[in-house]
């Protein structure tokens, strides 16, 4: 995009040194602010492609096959509906295959577009040849008229076609043809001139302002490929907070069209002010600073930018995120194979209380799968961790069995067996699945509820409640689970001991012993969830790529740093947790209660007891909730249900033809990949709206 604009590449922000180490490993892709490497689809092969054709086509004329325009269309593309569709819409777009203009299609016409579809600026030639009907290789001005007086965007407000800027392209006499890359740089200033004419014929005094209402029409009518909703809601209170009140001058109206369709380059100068980051909130003054090295933006543009900021979210700040509620959609987008791809609601104002209490079930149920999954994947760490913290070493001689967390392991492997590595495996999932649910599914829940207590924004004391939410609802379930896990866990340490089960240890201590150190559980899991999700919200973006894409291993990565400082901070409650829960052996220390706990341990072992474990606990929780994080986000990825709801960040990004995903259609081989985002984009890029249905 920066290249289509004729922006220089601006100075790559410094990085500091983890960013740097992980940048260079290709952990970290950071956002940068030149252009992206262009792209390319493969060809698909002439044997498959024919094959695709053949199972299409559905016509034969003296043995050869053709498609139809339906064929084409719906059935293959399914650019219209199947029916009540518009049959000009319909012939203008296989117009654009159908070079012979008869009727039908050939294989030699598929496979021809097959490779425009495969080019850079597969865009604009797919724009071209819609326009060139009779596939000469030019436009006229009469074919030009011809296409655009079907589309549904220059209706409301009629043009001039006998203006200079017509004849400047076109003649005098409008007889000369345009090749395809006057063309491309014809349609891009049209429609530039286009809300120019708009602009002069409302405003019939000739003052150089309109109304706000007048503004609100144009916007709509012209440049409506433009608007995002949350912008589109608010035009004429857009226009309302310019220099002039309720008239806009033409500077303004300029100025705000200019910005939305610079809005990839308004990332980059914001990226450019952050280096890199798309957390930080910036003022006016210091996008100023950080624009001025790109004369392209004017600062009228940078005032109108922070009026529709101040209007959706009214902190006199802007960050990365709320470039999504401004910049237009864009054609292509990068997002994850869906499995299941369901649509609860249509609109997110439809959404019920019944559809809120469907969509945390949802969430439960993938959160329990993905907390399965990452407490099995670092158990033998656990184990480890569990056995290091129960270790006394002031209570009577000889009880020292480990020197470390390497030598715990080593001796559980030697004495008990691979298998002992992953004693009180099954109470565990059967506890941390429903654990692990409600903590992110409460988590999930407080954002959304304090998000629009804050009137869309969830600023970081309200992750903090979120977390702490998350956590303080997984004490009912965490604290029976782990004081069965780890009487299980010990009970291997003595090979003469008799053997201990879960069903023993349940029956032992009672519907209430299996509470006991709870007020220890809460002062751990409160805090770390407190710490932890709001260092993986921030993290995310941070560790995506320059669209916003968060990939399964970015979303690894962040998940198991945010969970280093979290696991290791909370670690003396978690000792304190371990003791109260252990039943004491002959000789050992006995707690009365939390406060005895803290004390005995301090006298008895010093200060350093609290932090027992500490890197075994960062080692086990780290990755376990990395591996947690990422199986939850993917699971929400690949089976998507929409109920109208907040969607996770990083999901999907912008992207070009060369890195956009392509389609999931095992029929649309080589370039017809891109076929249907191609064919958007020459929509709501250009504005060129055909009609789908007959009665448009």
């Known amino acids: 995009m920066a290249n289509l604009l004729g922006v220089s590449p601006v100075q790559e922000p410094k990085l500091g040194p983890l960013t740097s180490l992980l940048s260079a490993t290709g952990i970290l892709k950071t956002a940068s602010c030149q252009a992206m490497a262009p792209g390319y689809i493969k060809r ?33 593309l399914e650019l219209l509906p199947g029916a009540n569709y518009n049959k000009e819409s319909l012939h203008l777009f296989c117009g654009v295959l159908d070079q012979s203009k008869e009727g039908r299609i050939s294989f030699a016409e598929f496979q021809a577009f097959e490779g425009n579809l495969c080019v850079p600026d597969a865009l604009y030639k797919t724009a071209f040849q819609l326009f060139d009907t009779n596939g000469n290789g030019t436009v006229s001005f009469d074919e030009f008229l011809g296409i655009l007086s079907k589309t549904t965007l220059h ?43 708009a602009f002069k014929a409302t405003d019939k005094e000739g003052t150089g302002f309109i109304s706000s209402a007048d503004f ?84 009228l543009e940078i005032d109108v930018l922070f009026v529709l900021c101040d209007l959706l979210h009214q902190t006199g700040k802007i960050m990365y995120s709320d470039f999504q509620e401004i910049a237009p959609e864009q054609y292509m987008k990068q997002v994850t194979r869906r499995i299941t791809e369901i649509k609860a609601v249509e609109h997110p104002e439809d959404r019920s209380n019944f559809m809120a209490v469907l969509e945390s079930l949802y969430r439960f149920g993938l959160g329990s799968i993905a907390g399965a999954l990452g407490a099995t994947a670092v158990y033998p760490i656990d184990l480890v961790k ?14 020292l069995m480990y020197r470390n967390s390497f ?22 999932l059967l506890g941390v699945a429903p654990e692990k649910a409600i903590k992110l599914t409460m988590n999930d829940l407080a954002r959304d509820k304090l998000r629009n207590f804050n009137d869309g924004q969830l600023p970081i004391w309200a992750e903090m409640v979120a977390g702490g939410c998350g956590g303080a609802s997984q004490v009912m379930f965490t604290n029976p689970l782990e004081i069965v896990k780890i009487r299980l866990q010990v009970s291997g340490e003595i090979a003469s001991g008799p053997k201990v089960s879960a069903m023993g240890v349940v ?47 970015s979303l690894l990565t962040a998940g198991a740093i945010a969970g280093m400082p979290a696991a290791s901070l909370v670690t003396p409650a978690d000792v304190i947790k371990t003791r109260l829960q252990v039943v004491a052996r002959a000789g050992q220390t006995t707690y009365s209660g939390l406060t005895d706990c803290v004390r005995k341990i301090y006298v008895e072992e010093g200060f350093a007891a609290f932090w027992k474990g500490a890197v075994a606990r960062m080692c086990r929780s780290s990755p376990q909730f990395g591996v947690t994080l990422v199986t939850y986000e993917m699971l929400q990825r690949y089976l998507y249900i929409d109920f109208g709801g907040s969607k996770p960040s990083g999901s999907a990004s912008e992207a070009t033809a060369g890195v956009a995903l392509k389609s999931d259609n095992p029929d649309h081989v080589g370039g017809y990949q891109v076929a249907r985002p191609i064919f958007t984009g020459v929509e709501t890029k250009f504005g060129l709206m055909l009609p789908k249905f007959t009665h448009q």
């Open 44 to 76: 698909a092969d002439s044997q498959k492609l024919k094959a695709v054709f053949e199972k299409y086509a559905s016509i034969e004329v003296e043995g050869v096959k053709y498609m139809t325009d339906e064929d084409f269309v719906i059935k293959y």
């Open 507 to 553: 029956k032992e201590l009672g519907f209430f012993g299996l509470y006991k150190g709870s007020r220890a559980c809460f002062m751990r899991d409160v805090p770390f969830s407190m710490i932890y999700f709001p260092s993986y919200a921030h993290l995310k973006p941070a560790f995506a790529d320059e669209n916003g894409y968060n990939s399964p291993l």
């Open 155 to 197: 209706k409301k407000i009629p043009f001039n076609y006998e203006c200079d800027f017509i004849k400047l392209y076109f003649g005098k006499d409008k007889d000369r043809q345009i090749t395809y890359s006057e063309f491309s740089q014809f349609l891009h200033d049209f429609h530039e001139e286009y809300a120019s004419v």
């Open 407 to 428: 030598d715990c392991f080593k001796k559980v492997v030697r004495h008990e067996g691979f298998t002992g590595l992953y004693r009180g495996l099954v109470p565990q």
């Open 216 to 299: 609100e029409e144009i916007m709509s009518s012209v440049k409506s490929h433009l608007l995002t909703p949350s912008i589109k809601a608010n035009l004429r209170a857009a226009a309302q907070g310019g220099p002039n009140g309720q008239s806009v001058s033409y500077a303004y109206f300029i100025a705000f069209i200019s910005l939305l369709s610079n809005m990839e380059l308004i990332k980059k100068v914001y990226l450019n002010a952050t280096n890199g980051s798309r957390t930080v909130e910036i003022t006016k003054e210091e996008f100023l600073y950080s624009a001025q090295m790109m004369s392209q933006i004017t600062p």
């Open 386 to 399: 569990t056995r290091m913290q129960n270790q006394r070493t002031g209570s009577y001689i000889g009880e």
